[in-house]
């Protein structure tokens, strides 16, 4: 059985701004990092290993998933 966890990239400078990002990209913030090494950490403890890593094209979801997996990803438009 295989299992699909879904996550949300990191808070990003936007957030912070309270601005609705949409299409538009903006970087994490040191927080937003802290999150997705905070996340990396858990399925760590979990012992969950992952076979592969899927992200939108959004540099603040690419860089969630490389801290988060640290592993190669495949970017997905659609």
């Given amino acids: 059985m295989k299992t699909i966890f879904l996550m949300r990239h990191?808070?990003?400078?936007?957030?912070v701004m309270d601005v609705n990002q949409g299409q538009c990209d903006s970087p994490l913030t040191e927080n937003g990092i802290n999150q997705a090494l905070a996340a990396k950490e858990w399925f760590k403890n979990q012992k969950i290993h992952f076979d592969s890593v899927y992200s939108s094209t959004a540099e603040r979801a690419c860089d969630t998933a490389w801290l988060v997996s640290w592993m190669p990803y495949e970017r997905k438009k659609d």
């Fill in 10 to 15: 990191g808070e990003t400078l936007f957030n």
